[in-house]
């Protein structure tokens, strides 16, 4: 069974870090691109941060750029998120989703474009 499980989520005040996981079974690793996403209360769901496993291309939204990082362990096959200086405006649920056969090279895929999504995790950001 196809699977991702966020972890990681939680409380943290402003200028401080936390780092999302994002395990993933039931699927082969280096064939998807990977993405963390975010809702907060009231907006659209939007892509932050985005990687391919086999090409190494990253994808970062101007929000985030320069203060998230994300990441892999292929061997684990888990992808992470680290988020640093965070700001009140990062505080929303954060979800990971899996595309298969496409490139962060262009960007993220489209919303309708993942085969499989997390459940999401909390993230709040105290000011």
């Known amino acids: 069974e196809e699977q991702l499980v966020e972890s990681g989520g939680g409380l943290v005040q402003a200028g401080g870090s936390l780092r999302l996981s994002c395990a993933t079974s039931g699927i082969l690793f280096d064939d998807y691109t990977f993405a963390w996403l975010r809702q907060a209360p009231g907006k659209e769901r939007e892509a932050v941060s985005c990687?391919?496993?086999?090409?190494?291309?990253?994808f970062y939204s101007d929000s985030v750029k320069g203060r998230f990082t994300i990441s892999s362990d292929n061997a684990k096959n888990k992808v992470y998120l680290q988020m640093n200086s965070q700001k009140p405006e990062d505080t929303a649920v954060y979800y990971c989703a899996a595309a298969y056969g496409v490139s962060a090279r262009g960007g993220p895929p489209d919303i309708d474009g993942y085969d499989y999504w997390g459940q999401g995790t909390q993230v709040t950001v105290s000011s």
């Open positions: 990687m391919s496993s086999a090409d190494g291309a990253t």
